[in-house]
């Protein structure tokens, strides 16, 4: 008998020790990082106090990256199907990259800019709805485009997004970059464009994009997430840049964007019925059948639409102002807050978004509508450079923000995640449990014996 149940306990003890491994492999699989993949290598967070400028073409201060390395960047989304592919194409790659949204259309397709952002990606915006500020009679009406994009994509993502602001056709103006320091934004400008709005191939595209990018040797890269064939050329670019040893770093912001209230309380007009993160509640709670088949929102709550989606699921769509880093998460961050309080009326925004058919903005560049002149004001804000400096000499050049104040690179851009060393391992844990490595040395024999003294005693 006592053989008996001693088997019994041996039986349990490897049954126990079985499945948990086999679970394991199944929570890991289709996770990021995974072999084979191009992955993150490094995570960036910026410092976006004074409003910093990035990007060469027009803000020369901070040249933060390493030859060899590129940050993706996304304009003018989100969009159906052309947004969905690139996602889904960098999520096969486990790369992640800053999408700079409008406003607009951030609330025509709020559950595509929440898969942006529970993906990891970062969020900046673009206008809210991708005017020329340059061409705009009073600056009023710049810092509404400018304040209406982010409430708005703050509103449709659910959480924080990163103080990140791109330029509309890339034009800055003196009066916009001032504001954007005091309002601790950063501003991006480019490395290298890829004019992906002109009529062209994923091929043609993909060839151009990797000439201009091995000839700079590094960057941080614009394209829009808009066109379908950026998006069938994000697998094979991705691709092409794994193949010739480009690694892919991932900005982050150091603290979430501050909304202003009279913004936020402007673009609830233009919501339609987009419910408050926390207030949703799925359809399964509140749609019942009570006779024939149930719809599968009924009976998979977890497929609710974007617009009903359940109040736990719409909390993980807020992304912290840091995402989760590749391969090392990183720490989110408090929820962004909004400043200021409702004044008396607000303008009107331009036009509803009732449909995502009717969320198009005004200005939304097309085939022909080139997102690169530069203007005289973007000459006067950058440093007077021709070249990117190298990143040691960086340090002399005077900072792009609104203030002037000299700042380094090393003060503003902060890595926070690198990839580990292969078999670094924390001491006393084993590298697949991450438990102290005594508990994993014992046999089987052993843990059914503990298992049997659990059960019986001596």
Excluded at 186 to 201: E, G, H, R
Excluded at 258 to 284: C, F, H, M, N
Excluded at 373 to 399: C, F, G, I, Y
Aim: hydrophobic share 40%.
């Amino acid at each position: 008998m006592t053989m008996r149940w001693l088997w019994v306990a041996f039986l349990v003890a490897a049954a126990a020790a079985v499945p948990s491994g086999y679970a394991a492999a199944a929570d890991g699989e289709g996770a990021c990082p995974r072999a084979g993949t191009l992955g993150v290598s490094r995570t960036v967070e910026i410092d976006t106090t004074g409003g910093p400028g990035f990007g060469m073409e027009h803000y020369k201060a901070y040249d933060f990256l390493q030859p060899k390395e590129v940050v993706l960047t996304f304009d003018d989304g989100p969009q159906k199907y052309s947004t969905e592919a690139v996602l889904k194409a960098l999520g096969d790659e486990c790369v992640k990259a800053t999408f700079f949204s409008i406003g607009k259309m951030a609330l025509g397709y709020p559950g595509i800019i929440r898969d942006v952002a529970k993906a990891g990606h970062t969020i900046g915006t673009h206008t809210w709805s991708h005017k020329a500020l340059g061409k705009l009679k009073k600056f009023d009406d710049a810092k509404d485009e400018i304040e209406r994009g982010f409430s708005a994509v703050h509103r449709a993502v659910g959480g924080p997004i990163a103080p990140f602001f791109r330029f509309p056709t890339l034009v800055d103006t003196q009066e916009a970059v001032a504001y954007l320091g005091k309002r601790n934004i950063a501003m991006f400008s480019c490395d290298i464009d890829s004019i992906d709005y002109k009529p062209q191939t994923a091929e043609h595209l993909v060839k151009s994009l990797m000439q201009k990018l091995d000839k700079r040797g590094k960057g941080i890269l614009l394209m829009h997430d808009i066109h379908k064939t950026t998006a069938k050329a994000v697998p094979m670019l991705l691709a092409e840049l794994k193949a010739k040893g480009y690694k892919i770093v991932h900005m982050t912001a150091k603290s979430p964007v501050t909304t202003v209230a009279e913004y936020d309380a402007a673009i609830e007009k233009d919501a339609k019925g987009l419910p408050q993160v926390g207030a949703e509640r799925p359809i399964s709670s509140i749609v019942h059948t009570v006779e024939g088949t149930p719809a599968p929102a009924e009976a998979s709550p977890a497929k609710d639409s974007a617009a009903t989606t359940s109040a736990t699921a719409a909390t993980e769509a807020a992304p912290p102002a840091v995402p989760p880093a590749s391969p090392v998460t990183a720490p989110p961050a408090s929820p962004a807050t909004t400043v200021g309080a409702a004044s008396g009326e607000t303008p009107a925004p331009g036009s509803a978004t009732a449909t995502p058919a009717e969320s198009e903005p005004t200005g939304l560049p097309g085939e022909e509508h080139p997102d690169v002149a530069p203007s005289q004001s973007s000459e006067q804000t950058a440093a007077p450079s021709t070249s990117a400096p190298a990143p040691e000499a960086t340090k002399a050049v005077t900072n792009s923000s609104a203030s002037g104040t000299p700042a380094t690179t090393s003060s503003v851009v902060r890595t926070v995640s690198e990839p580990p060393a292969e078999g670094n391992t924390t001491p006393g844990k084993s590298a697949a449990d991450g438990q102290p490595a005594h508990q994993n040395s014992k046999s089987i024999m052993e843990r059914a014996k503990e298992t049997w003294r659990l059960w019986f005693g001596e």
